[in-house]
């Protein structure tokens, strides 16, 4: 079983900067692609940016291109979203999420590719 905790959320103005970070227990991190989804009130979880097991390949969602990167640290059992340029329209509450599946190669931008969730960690951008 995986373990994910997210920090670092807040309020930001508009074309400020946060750092999120998501610390994992257990043994698998390593070997899961992680990913960062997020959820604005009355609207569906998306996907926001992934990154494979190893940090050499990541996706990401045309909405954060060129703003937010993804990173992780398997010594420290922690992946990070850097945002930069934040907008109005990234308040979200940020959840990140883990896929174990084993051999897998594949980063997926769906919800239901993913086996286990943070508790998530709120964003606000004031305009």
């Known amino acids: 079983q995986v373990q994910l905790v997210e920090s670092g959320g807040g309020l930001v103005q508009a074309g400020g900067s946060l750092r999120l970070s998501c610390a994992a227990s257990g043994r698998t991190f390593s070997r899961s692609a992680m990913g960062w989804f997020r959820q604005a009130p009355g609207k569906e979880r998306e996907f926001v940016i992934a990154?494979?097991?190893?940090?050499?390949?990541?996706i990401y969602a045309d909405s954060v291109k060129g703003r937010f990167t993804i990173s992780r640290d398997n010594a420290k059992n922690t992946v990070y979203l850097q945002m930069n340029s934040l907008k109005p329209e990234d308040t979200a509450v940020y959840y990140c999420?883990?896929?174990?599946?084993?051999?897998?190669?594949?980063?997926?931008?769906?919800?239901?590719?993913?086996?286990?969730w943070g508790q998530g960690t709120q964003v606000t951008v004031s305009s």
């Open positions: 990154i494979s097991r190893s940090g050499g390949r990541t």
């Open positions: 999420a883990a896929d174990v599946t084993i051999y897998s190669t594949t980063l997926y931008d769906t919800t239901g590719a993913y086996d286990y």
